[in-house]
């Protein structure tokens, strides 16, 4: 019950990586704002968690749109009375694509997505948190944050940015008693990897020394640490899961 009595917004909470935050959340006692541009994935994970400690609510949030950033903090405020935690887990793998040949609307649509999109989360969590008393942010980075995908450069820049941008977030607002840290998966066993082939699949598990592909779950736990009190003297970092593929 680490959460009891706080307020958490969790964005791409309608599958994989978000939906597994909001239920750890909501088992250990947070209200939870379930934020998704997916109505019906948001509503299936309130269903998962009917049962939990604290209570869920689906909402639609397209994270690219400031002001939609803007009216789902004031709404977690005045549902639950304040804002103490955000996981800002929403993201787009964006096309294959190299630097000579990028289409200059995906450079735009997945910066917006996985780069803005995180910005104008915290441009509106923060205040509220300083409001409620401090909180704790975690944004979702990827192994990409500091290697390159191999025909991605989109997708490597901006979970490139998003560690600038934790970093310099955490400590402009450390003094205030707002911490922000960012997360680094590997290769997670989510609804867009299980729908590759086999051989894919086996292919992107071979990539990681512990010959596996990481679970929803486990990415869930270290979120969850670092929107604890646990990890109270923790700002500015950014935190692998990845099964030793950055170690390489």
Not at 80 to 106: R, S, T
Not at 167 to 178: L, Q
């Amino acid at each position: 019950m680490r959460f009891e009595n706080k307020t958490a917004i969790v964005t791409g909470a309608g599958s994989g990586i978000g939906r597994a935050c909001v239920l750890r959340l909501a088992r250990e006692g947070a209200n939870v704002i379930a934020a998704d541009l997916s109505v019906p994935g948001a509503e299936e994970t309130v269903a998962l968690a009917q049962g939990a400690a604290g209570s869920v609510q689906a909402y639609q949030l397209d994270v690219s749109d400031h002001g939609q950033q803007e009216a789902c903090v004031a709404h977690a405020v005045s549902t639950f009375g304040a804002l103490h935690l955000a996981a800002n887990v929403a993201g787009i793998p964006g096309p294959g694509n190299k630097a000579a040949n990028i289409d200059p609307e995906v450079w735009k649509k997945v910066l917006d997505v996985n780069l803005s999109g995180v910005l104008y989360g915290v441009r509106y969590q923060i205040p509220a948190m300083i409001a409620a008393g401090g909180g704790s942010i975690v944004n979702m980075g990827s192994i990409a944050s500091v290697v390159a995908m191999p025909d991605n450069v989109v997708y490597t820049a901006a979970k490139h940015g998003l560690i600038g941008l934790t970093k310099s977030a955490a400590i402009n607002y450390a003094a205030d008693g707002v911490r922000v840290n960012a997360v680094g998966p590997g290769y997670i066993s989510t609804p867009l990897i299980q729908q590759l082939p086999d051989e894919v699949v086996r292919g992107v598990e071979a990539l990681h020394p512990m010959n596996r592909l990481g679970t929803p779950e486990e990415i869930a736990n270290l979120v969850a640490f670092l929107l604890s009190d646990e990890a109270s003297f923790i700002t500015g970092g950014y935190y692998v899961a990845d099964g030793g593929y950055t170690a390489q």
